[in-house]
């Protein structure tokens, strides 16, 4: 235990060397699993060494909530299905968020409770070996940031969590009151914050941490759905900054390094998301609801005008595939709906066996998280040298015999090329559009979750094939084993 002490600082600055390396790991599949022990090995020195160092540790407390904390994540864990990921990244970052603002008002607390101690009997407490330390500007200023961003990632990341759960009481919010509203409470959070940072006025505190969490929910409940990858990202990096500050706060190296770094990758990570929808953060934040309006326009369209298009069987797709030189495969949020990841991998190996190339395409919104789709697909095992992103793939489609989508719709709606008063017009698409022969497995002909609908589908190369995603690709399967190239 002493040489734990003795040596916090090594042992931190070793954790961080691992937690960057955890970066470096994860940035690519092949590597992932090495980053991720990694990370594994630095926060258990970060934890342990944290436990040693702490002045006058509560033991019971803490190893509880450590105990009952693992409890919870392994159970979480191993029982989470895939298409539920996304909202479970999302609860796990309201946590970080809850944990900073309950850290600062404990940090606040005590540091009023040792003041008023000392103005009723100075001598006692110096007796026993307490000194007055009042808190510093910097200091103050370390809580007030990490007490309103980490309520405004609270609140934000639990409605994210219910939008992509899809809970009743997440509902999308719009109206010309709703800006005006978001500008008087962030003009009203931040006027609590500075009169607290100037006076030390408690009541300013807590209104100013009441508001973020305010600010937080009416902040996030107007963005669309098909931007909640983009929220779902940022929240991460939001959840990093507050932890970095609580960082400063207890004084504690690690944290601050590893807060950080999930802050700036976070952060890097929603601008590639960005860029990739062709829109600015500031948009997607403050716009509005992408394809808001479009959700009711396309539907009241769908219900006027009926438009036709080809629908076909999983025998046919199978021959057709069985018979081509070269397949892309798009997955979506269909696939993942459908855990059909380890079917669809059984199919590309039966391609493969006839002498098909096949490849995936990723979008980098695919999905309800960053990554959804290299997630489902890695679990799979699928060989990672065929799994492309947009840009990589994309001047390989004209040459494409046949593209399977698998539940994808927005990201490969031609309309972002095609149609300028379309919402996600100028939004860089995978363009299967440009294949030979198309084939989408659908449920239905339900809009995607932007709400838009797709010309794709009804293209006269395109085949829609109806049903459950892992069905119809088993399907395909057994149908390519019994007809043969």
């Known amino acids: 235990m002493e040489f734990i002490r003795e040596n916090a600082n090594w042992l931190y600055l070793i954790g961080a060397i691992l937690f960057i390396l955890t970066l470096r790991g994860l940035s690519g599949p092949k590597t992932a699993i090495q980053g991720n022990r990694y990370g594994m ?44 990921m996304p909202e479970t990244v999302a609860l796990m970052h309201s946590l970080v968020g809850l944990a900073a603002v309950l850290i600062a008002i404990a940090a606040i ?63 999308t919010i719009s109206g010309g009151w709703v800006k005006p509203v978001q500008a008087l409470l962030f003009i009203a959070m931040l006027a609590c914050g500075i009169i607290f940072f100037t006076t030390h006025n408690m009541q300013a505190f ?18 669309g759905g098909g931007d909640m990858p983009v929220v779902v990202s940022l929240l991460n990096s939001f959840s990093g900054w507050a932890a970095a500050g609580i ?26 998301m960005c ?10 934040l403050f716009g509005g609801a992408m394809g808001g309006s479009a959700v009711a326009a396309s539907g009241e369209k769908g219900e006027q005008v009926q438009r036709n298009y080809r629908s076909g069987s999983a025998d046919d797709a199978g021959f057709l595939m069985s018979n081509a030189d070269s397949v892309v495969i ?63 793939i994309n001047s390989d489609f004209p040459a494409t015999d046949v593209v399977l989508v698998i539940g994808a719709n927005d ?26 022969t198309i084939m989408v497995i659908k449920r239905s002909m339900a809009t995607g979750y932007a709400g838009l609908d797709n010309d794709l589908f009804y293209n006269e190369k395109t085949m829609m094939i109806f049903g459950d995603a892992k069905k119809v690709v088993e399907d395909m399967t057994k149908a390519i084993n019994g007809g043969g190239h």
Request: charged fraction near 15%; glycine fraction near 8%; charge should be neutral.
């Open 41 to 84: 090995i630095a926060m258990a020195i970060a934890v342990v060494t944290t436990f040693f160092v702490a002045n006058n540790p509560v033991i019971w407390m803490i190893v509880g909530a450590m105990v009952l904390g693992a409890i919870v994540g392994i159970a979480r864990a191993r029982t989470v299905p895939m298409t539920q």
């Open 109 to 171: 607390l005590h540091n009023n409770q040792i003041e008023d101690l000392f103005k009723q009997n100075p001598q006692a407490l110096l007796a026993a070996g307490i000194e007055q330390a009042h808190m510093s500007k910097v200091h103050l200023f370390e809580l007030f940031v990490g007490c309103f961003v980490g309520a405004i990632t609270f609140t934000a990341s639990v409605f994210a969590y219910g939008k992509l759960a899809a809970k009743k009481w997440a509902k």
């Open 206 to 223: 807590w209104a100013m941490t009441v508001l973020a969490l305010a600010f937080g929910w009416v902040w996030i409940a107007p963005v």
């Open 247 to 272: 960082g400063f706060t207890l004084e504690n190296n690690m944290l601050i390094v590893a807060g950080s770094l999930v802050g700036s990758s976070g952060a890097i990570l929603s601008y590639i």
């Open 275 to 284: 860029k990739a929808m062709n829109r600015s953060i500031i948009n997607v």
């Open 330 to 392: 798009v997955p979506g949020y269909g696939m993942a709906q459908g855990r059909a990841q380890n079917a669809v991998k059984e199919l590309c190996e039966i391609l493969k066996e006839q002498g098909v190339t096949v490849r995936f395409a990723i979008h980098p919104v695919a999905g309800r998280m960053p990554g959804h789709m290299n997630v489902l697909l890695a679990e799979a095992d699928v060989a990672y040298e065929d799994i492309l992103e947009m840009d990589e």
């Open 411 to 436: 990201v490969v709606n031609p309309a972002a090329k095609d149609d300028p008063g379309s919402p996600i017009y100028g939004m860089p698409i995978l363009e299967a559009h440009k294949a030979r």
